[in-house]
Every structure is written in C-alpha cells, then in structure tokens.
Nanobody, 118 residues
Framework: QVQLVESGGGLVQAGGSLNLSCAAP????????IGWYRQAPGKQREVVAF???????DYADWVKGRFTISRDNAKNTVYLQMNNLIPEDTAVYYC????????????WGQGTQVTVSS
C-alpha cells in the first residue's frame, strides 16, 4: 500500500491561494493515480479532484475552476493548487491512491490542515 504524505496547508485569508503537495517519501516508482479529498469539521469527507497516472484530470462539480490538480513525475509528487479560497474551503485535505474520481480509499494519511479566514 502506498504511504502518502500531504503538505502545504496553512492559514490563508479569503481570496488567497495555497499549493498542496502529495508525495511518497522513499518510493522509487510512480505513486500512480491520486485523488485529493477533504473533510471539514462536522462534515463527511468529500472528493476534490483526481489525476490519473497519465495526467488525465477530473474534478468535483463544486471546484468550478478554482482548484487545479497536477503531477510532477520526476518528483513523484501530485499537487493541488487552490486559488480564490473561501472560508468554506477550511478542512483537512488528504491525498490517496485512487482509481477514479468516485473511488473510495480504504485508508488515509494524516492530511494537511487548510484554514481560510474571512
């Protein structure tokens, strides 16, 4: 099972941006297809975006162009660029191996906290 580590979260004002990273330290072969997910306080975890090993992307409808998922295969890292952040984006963000946008991962890492202030 792929051990993934999320980073890049923090506190940002509404309208700001953050770029989250998802990597597998020590892994020498591709981390494969990856999904980004988030869980806000008191809410169920939801999918944000998906990227295949070949670079095809898919997004939850609510993303509406604010977020971009990408990957750097040379660094074996997947990114989630988040722009025009709003307080409702406050959540713990997770990445996980996924087969498609609708895949439900069986396990999770620690995630990275994103807090958007108004």
């Amino acid at each position: 099972q792929v051990q993934l580590v999320e980073s890049g979260g923090g506190l940002v004002q509404a309208g700001g941006s953050l770029n989250l990273s998802c990597a597998a330290p020590g892994r020498t072969f591709s981390i494969g297809s990856i999904g980004w997910y988030r869980q806000a306080p008191g809410k169920q975890r939801e999918v944000v975006a998906f990227i295949s090993s070949g670079g095809n992307t898919d997004y939850a409808d609510w993303v509406k162009g604010r977020f971009t998922i990408s990957r750097d295969n040379a660094k074996n890292t997947v990114y989630l660029q988040m722009n025009n952040l709003i307080p409702e984006d406050t959540a713990v963000y997770y990445c996980a191996a996924a087969r498609n946008l609708y895949y439900q991962p069986a396990s999770w890492g620690q995630g990275t906290q994103v807090t958007v202030s108004s």
